[in-house]
T-cell receptor, first 117, second 114 residues
Framework: AQKITQTQPGMFVQEKEAVTLDCTYDTSDPSYGLFWYKQPSSGEMIFLIYQGSYDQQNATEGRYSLNFQKARKSANLVISASQLGDSAMYFCAMREGETSGTYKYIFGTGTRLKVLA | KAGVTQTPRYLIKTRGQQVTLSCSPISGHRSVSWYQQTPGQGLQFLFEYFSETQRNKGNFPGRFSGRQFSNSRSEMNVSTLELGDSALYLC?????????????FGPGTRLTVL
């Protein structure tokens, strides 16, 4: 079974509008970390935002916020006021391993976002 | 603070050759991980090094190996290259590789095998 699922292979959003990128995860570990990365066409993975499993508040970083619903095991990324420069591939990732003792990052398959002018 | 650097950025090799990729982590970071990214397989974890020891390993053949030096710099070696090894190889560093540690990625090395 997929540990990280991103069901939207591609999305379009109009400039200045908000967009939500979906991510669901699967783990039995009580402690884990959830991350979002952006990968422009240049290839470099850029860290956007982090949410810990015990964090009570949803994480926010500027125009990025993470809609964390623990019971549903979802960690959706919300980008407000989209900009043309937001066009990129977005990856959801999870860091787990408390039970096994071997921490690994697990990445989803990504969502390609295109911002339209 | 300087980011993660990877050299070379681009590489062209032929089948059967071997290649060594280098990664310099962010200063103070002791955990270095390597990933292979291809259009078909996505982002796949290769291995992680911490304090010169391989701590985690993905499901790759033994042709893929790595090491980490005392200054935390890491190298990845691929021997007997195959066409399917053509990919973007990404290196990422974090402070300790702990559960809540954020990994920061380098720009990647794009390897083409002819």
């Amino acid at each position: 079974a997929q540990k990280i699922t991103q069901t939207q292979p591609g999305m379009f959003v109009q400039e200045k509008e908000a967009v939500t990128l979906d991510c669901t995860y699967d783990t039995s570990d009580p402690s884990y970390g959830l991350f979002w990365y952006k990968q422009p066409s240049s290839g470099e993975m850029i860290f956007l935002i982090y949410q810990g499993s015990y964090d009570q508040q949803n994480a926010t970083e500027g125009r990025y916020s993470l809609n964390f619903q623990k019971a549903r095991k979802s960690a959706n990324l919300v980008i407000s006021a989209s900009q043309l420069g937001d066009s990129a591939m977005y990856f959801c990732a999870m860091r787990e391993g408390e039970t096994s003792g071997t921490y690994k990052y697990i990445f989803g398959t990504g969502t390609r976002l295109k911002v339209l002018a | 603070k300087a980011g993660v650097t990877q050299t070379p950025r681009y590489l062209i090799k032929t089948r059967g050759q071997q290649v060594t990729l280098s990664c310099s982590p962010i200063s103070g970071h002791r955990s270095v991980s390597w990933y292979q990214q291809t259009p078909g397989q996505g982002l796949q974890f290769l291995f992680e090094y911490f304090s010169e020891t391989q701590r985690n390993k993905g499901n790759f053949p033994g042709r893929f190996s790595g090491r980490q030096f005392s200054n935390s710099r890491s190298e990845m070696n691929v021997s007997t290259l195959e066409l399917g090894d053509s990919a973007l190889y990404l290196c990422a560093s974090s402070f300790s590789g702990g559960l809540t540690d954020t990994q920061y990625f380098g720009p990647g090395t794009r390897l083409t095998v002819l």
